[in-house]
């Protein structure tokens, strides 16, 4: 079992930075592939991004277009998300996830509870 908490969020200028962090308890971090999602305000959760168990292999959705950089530390146990040139678009909750990397961009067997990023035009 893997329980993740994640931190970071905030509010942030268009144009600006934000680095979110996933903090995850429990042995078997490494062996899961980790993703982050997102959720605006009235709209369905969204797939950005996801990363292998050993970090080698990445994939980001379209809608991210080379901004968003996401990276693990298997020996601290913490995802990272590092969110440059952002939108206003952006905001939203943003939740990270552990699971089978080819099933990652759809479900997840782990959820965290989500932090918000809130971008100001």
């Known amino acids: 079992q893997v329980q993740l908490v994640e931190s970071g969020g905030g509010l942030v200028q268009a144009g600006g930075s934000l680095r979110l962090s996933c903090a995850a308890s429990g042995r078997t971090f490494s062996s899961y592939a980790m993703g982050w999602f997102r959720q605006a305000l009235g709209k369905k959760r969204e797939f950005v991004g996801r990363?292998?168990?050993?970090?080698?292999?990445?994939d980001y959705a379209d809608s991210i277009e080379g901004r968003f950089t996401i990276s693990r530390d298997n020996v601290r146990n913490i995802l990272y998300l590092q969110m440059n040139s952002l939108k206003p678009e952006d905001t939203a909750v943003y939740y990270c996830a552990a699971g089978d990397y080819y099933r990652l961009a759809t479900m997840a067997d782990y959820w965290g509870q989500g932090t918000q990023v809130t971008v100001s035009s």
């Open positions: 990363i292998s168990w050993n970090g080698a292999s990445t």
